[in-house]
């Protein structure tokens, strides 16, 4: 979502999802578990200029206490690497975490 704005904000009229937006960009955005939108109607978002930071969990599977494992499958990587891609000049940060444990934190 942070992607989203940031361009939206930094495209102003220029974009189709919110034609009518009048504020200023944001200087920087940083995404965890970002994705790219895949419908045809955010394609106008596309490419982000805004200075941009991607944090992506490389785990697959979370070992859980009771000793089984649960598949993280709130993010798939390839859809985190599609939006860093999309973005021009952006810095990524890899961990051996996934997405799925910031869920557990709540």
């Not at 955005?29 to 895949?38: E, K, L, Y």
């Amino acid at each position: 979502m942070a992607a989203v704005v940031a361009s939206i904000l930094e495209k102003g009229g220029n974009q189709d999802v919110l034609p009518t937006i009048q504020h200023p960009p944001v200087k920087f955005f940083i995404s965890i578990s970002g994705f790219r939108m895949r419908f045809d109607k955010y394609n106008s978002l596309y490419p982000i200029g805004t200075p941009s930071m991607h944090v992506i969990g490389t785990l697959v599977y979370l070992r859980l206490a009771t000793g089984g494992s649960l598949k993280d499958t709130v993010v798939v990587e390839s859809r985190m690497v599609a939006l860093v891609e999309a973005c021009l000049n952006p810095v990524v940060l890899r961990h051996e975490g996934g997405t799925i444990n910031f869920r557990i934190l709540y």
